[in-house]
């Protein structure tokens, strides 16, 4: 098992920058990548980013390209996302999460069965 978790979240103005971290503990070993996902009120979860754990390859959802950043460090077994120019419609509850499946590009990995691990959420409010 892999437990996660989140913290970072809070309110912050239209323009803003926030800085998410996830810290991983148990079976690390057997990540091979991590991601965030993010869940606004009425809406169904979706995609934001995710880096793998080796490597350093990322992907991010087209609605935060340019504007959020997502890094690890494998050393603290955590995995952090910067965001900046931060927009009312970023408003959610941020969710960390982690994958064993290898054999995946990374690219793919944008579906929520893709992750069997899951921070409990952080929230983000972005006032305009």
């Known amino acids: 098992q892999v437990q996660l978790v989140e913290s970072g979240g809070g309110l912050v103005q239209a323009g803003g920058s926030l800085r998410l971290s996830c810290a991983a503990s148990g079976r690390t070993f057997s990540i091979y990548a991590m991601g965030w996902f993010r869940q606004a009120p009425g809406k169904e979860r979706e995609f934001v980013a995710a880096v793998s754990w080796t490597g350093g390859n990322t992907n991010y959802a087209e609605s935060v390209k340019g504007r959020f950043t997502i890094s690890r460090d494998n050393a603290k077994n955590t995995v952090y996302l910067q965001m900046n120019s931060l927009k009312p419609e970023d408003t959610a509850v941020y969710s960390c999460?982690?994958?064993?499946?290898?054999?995946?590009?990374?690219?793919?990995?944008?579906?929520?069965?893709?992750?069997?691990?899951w921070g409990q959420g952080t929230q983000v409010t972005v006032s305009s």
């Open positions: 999460t982690a994958s064993r499946a290898k054999g995946i590009a990374l690219a793919t990995m944008t579906r929520q069965y893709h992750y069997a691990y």
